[in-house]
């Protein structure tokens, strides 16, 4: 059996509008009407999708919580501060809350960037993307450099307790200068945290019909992600996840939950759950269409293909989360979060540690360098 109350649990709340879809974009958002966002109805179907979840995690606590998007930072400031206290008075919270939100650099959403602090957000990530307008045009962004560094300024003048800065590399006709160029501009603020995406070209997205010219290829990338990673680690910025990286204690909590395999309730259109409970880990997720979220929350309607994991998944979802954190995992961790006893990934940790693409120390299994950089690989040991 599964000690549920032991993993910890937190909240995603999933804001599905944008001013304008961006051509590489393959998250659930959808340009929102000239009328604007229907924050009143949306706040009620969050309720309502919040108190159905309930009976599945009572006496729990929420310990992070992650307005994501699309663009949460469009909401207006009394609906951020409506729903936070919406959420506080239906579950409990830890007393030390993480709560961050993803936020655009746009002007309008940076005059609100103090009402957000008032309202309770604690940590604002901001999508800057990169500090040259060139790429921000490719990249069809809104705002332009200008923007970005007034979005930081303003960050930091509004003491949120954290923020992470999001940019993108791997850019049309970029080069390792030009990438160096862009982190460095967001070296200059200290930032406690940096997310580094390398751009892919997802389905379903303007992108992949008409892709866009002059793409590094792999030799490049990879010679571009060594320079930044070395760059950031410079700065006192540790690359701990993938695409992540912070300072010593300003690693983003929540991320680091899934990471480790722990539970979250996703509320909002499209957003996806993952809850222990006695019997198992299930998944499912809610209506990808806001509308269609909004006339069904609260019904059975609103869960969307929702399976029990079999051992065969957990397993595999375990590995595929738990190795994208530099530090591994440790194999107690690994039971408490699927239920299994840790033998059944003894032989595939064991055929990693021969290839040269794991080490073991007493209970914490992690990647060397080399099974970080060919993650998949080491995946498939464990399918
Ligand atoms: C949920 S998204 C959007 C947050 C916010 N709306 C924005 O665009 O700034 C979070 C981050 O994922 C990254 N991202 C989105 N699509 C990507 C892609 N195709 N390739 C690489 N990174 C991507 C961007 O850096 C983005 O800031
Ligand atoms: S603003 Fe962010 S979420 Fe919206 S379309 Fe662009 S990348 Fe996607």
């Not at 998007?69 to 409990?92: C, K």
């Not at 002007?107 to 103090?114: D, G, N």
């Not at 962004?141 to 007034?150: V, Y």
């Not at 949120?160 to 080069?175: E, K, R, T, V």
Request: net charge negative; aromatic share 8%; hydrophobic share 40%.
């Amino acid at each position: 059996m599964i000690a549920k109350a032991a993993i910890p649990l937190s909240l995603y709340i999933h804001i599905p509008w944008c001013v304008r879809k961006c051509p590489y974009c393959d998250f659930n958002s959808h340009q929102a009407d000239r009328s604007g966002i229907p924050e009143q109805e949306y706040l009620a179907a969050l309720f309502k999708d919040l108190e159905q979840l309930l009976p599945r995690v009572w006496g729990r606590r929420i310990s992070t919580i992650f307005f994501g998007g699309g663009t949460p930072s469009l909401l207006s400031a009394d609906t951020v501060s409506n729903l936070l206290s919406g959420i506080r008075a239906r579950i409990p919270c830890i007393p030390v809350l993480e709560i961050t939100m993803e936020a655009n650099p746009g002007s309008l959403e940076v005059e609100k960037f103090q009402q957000f602090r008032d309202a309770g957000i604690t940590r604002l990530s901001v999508g800057v993307q990169s500090f040259s307008d060139q790429n921000l045009q490719v990249l069809g962004r809104i705002h332009d450099s200008e923007q970005a560094h007034r979005a930081i300024q303003s960050v930091i003048a509004c003491q949120f307790d954290s923020y992470n800065i999001d940019l993108m590399f791997g850019l049309p006709a970029q080069d390792i200068s030009a990438a160096q160029l862009d982190l460095k501009a967001a070296l200059a603020y200290q930032p406690p945290h940096l997310s580094l995406y390398q751009l892919t070209i997802e389905a379903n997205t303007a992108f992949k019909i008409s892709p866009p010219e002059n793409l590094p290829d792999d030799d490049m990338l990879a010679d571009m992600q060594d320079v930044l990673v070395t760059e950031a680690a410079a700065a006192g910025l540790e690359r701990y996840e993938v695409s992540a990286y912070a300072t010593s204690s300003m690693q983003c909590r929540h991320n680091v939950n899934y990471w480790e395999f722990g539970d979250y309730l996703g509320i909002g259109a499209g957003a996806h759950s993952k809850i222990t409970d006695q019997t198992g880990v299930s998944r499912f997720s809610r209506p990808r269409l806001p509308k269609k979220y909004i006339a069904t929350a609260g019904s059975n309607e609103a869960f969307v293909n929702e399976r029990k994991l079999d051992q065969k998944d957990l397993l595999l979802e375990f590995m595929i989360n738990a190795l994208r954190l530099q530090q591994g995992f440790t194999l107690q961790q690994f039971s408490l979060t699927t239920g299994l006893a840790s033998d059944v990934i003894s032989d595939g940790i064991n055929q990693a540690i021969r290839k040269g693409l794991m080490v073991k120390n007493n209970d914490r299994v992690k990647t060397t360098d080399r099974g970080f950089a060919f993650l998949s690989e080491v995946q498939l040991l464990f399918t």
